[in-house]
C-alpha cells in the first residue's frame, strides 16, 4: 500500500529521466526490498539486477520478478555488491542510504560498479518542508538536514528537490502505513491532523554522473 500511494503522479521517475535515462541499461536497485520497482525498470532497461541484504525480502522480490525477462535479485549488502566492476549504468537507492554519513563503504561501491557515463540515483526524505518532512522532524528531533545536505554535496551529488504525495485509497489504508512508519503515539496524532487521504511529501533526489 504504501509504494502504491508514494509519488503516484511519477515525479521522481521523471526527475531521475531528466538526469539519465534507463532505456536498454543496466539497472541495480540497491536495497531493492520486495521488489517493487524492479518490473517498473524492466519495462525500459536491458537488464534489471535488484540487490537486498535480508533473505526473507529478496525472496519476495524473487516472486514478483519471476517470469520477467532480465531481471535477477541477489542477496547483497550495498557496501559489498554483488555486481563486477563497471557493469552498471543506472544506480538506484530509494530510501535506502537514508541519513547520508555512514554510508560511505557503499558509495565506495557505487564508484567501482558504476560505467562512464552512467548515473546513480539517491532517495531520501527533505525533512526541510512538507506535512511528512514535519513529521519525520517530529519523530526523529535528533535528525540534521544540514548536515545531510553538506555530506552529499561532498560526495560529489548533486540535488533535485521534489515535490510529491502520498494518496492512498481511504483512511484505513493511511492509518495502517502511518503506523508501521512512526511509534503508535504519533501516527494516532499524525493521522488526526490529515483530514483526507493525501499527505503532502517532499523528498530530495539525490544524484550523481561518473
Partial sequence: MENLAADPDG???EAMRAVRTWDGATVLDIGCGTGFHLPRFARAA??????EPHEALATAA???VAGTPGVAVRVGAAQALPVPPASVDVAHARWAYFFG????????ELERVMRRGGAAFVIDNDATRSTFGSWFRRWLPSYDPVAVERFWARQGFSRTPIDMSWRFTDRAALEAVLRIEFPADLATAFLAEVPGCEVDYAVNLWWRRY
Fill in 46 to 51: 536491458a537488464k534489471v539486477l535488484g540487490v
Fill in 101 to 108: 554519513p555512514g554510508c560511505e563503504p557503499g558509495l565506495a
Fill in 11 to 13: 515525479r521522481i521517475e
Fill in 62 to 64: 524473487r516472486r514478483r
